[in-house]
């Protein structure tokens, strides 16, 4: 199976050293303006996600959700989380006090990669 989300070693180095602060972690991703451009990494249960939101996957044990309008969008996309020097658009994200941003590389699945797919799991 192909997975729909991968990460950087930068990008899992900081999720480690969030998760040891701050206990278990999700990633939502908006579809909208401003921070929805970039994913947010929360406190597991610190936002709440939509019905019919779509997790595509788990980066170090942590849900990354996304906006079910955001998914139909990039449906056809790879994730790839990665993280960055400087403040992003929003403020709420865990790393953002330490200077950092988390952000999305995305690429399009090849033709074999879309026949063999991970499912999705969709809120309720």
């Not at 401003?34 to 597991?44: H, L, M, V």
């Not at 090849?110 to 026949?115: A, C, P, R, V």
Request: charged share 25%; with cysteine; proline share 2%.
């Amino acid at each position: 199976m192909v997975r729909r989300l991968d990460s950087t070693e930068k990008a899992n180095k900081l999720i480690r050293e969030l998760k040891a602060q701050h206990g278990e972690l999700m990633f939502y991703q908006a579809g909208g303006c401003c921070e929805g451009t970039q994913p947010q990494c929360f406190e597991k249960g610190g936002f709440y996600v939509r019905m019919h939101d779509v997790c595509i996957g788990t980066i170090e044990d942590c849900e990354f959700w996304v906006d079910k309008d955001l998914f139909e969008y990039w449906k056809f996309s790879h994730f790839t989380l990665d993280v960055l020097d400087g403040f992003g658009v929003g403020g709420f994200s865990l790393e953002t006090p330490l200077g950092k941003t988390f952000k999305i590389h995305y690429r399009l699945f090849n033709e074999e990669e879309l026949n063999n797919l991970e499912p999705i799991t969709t809120a309720e």
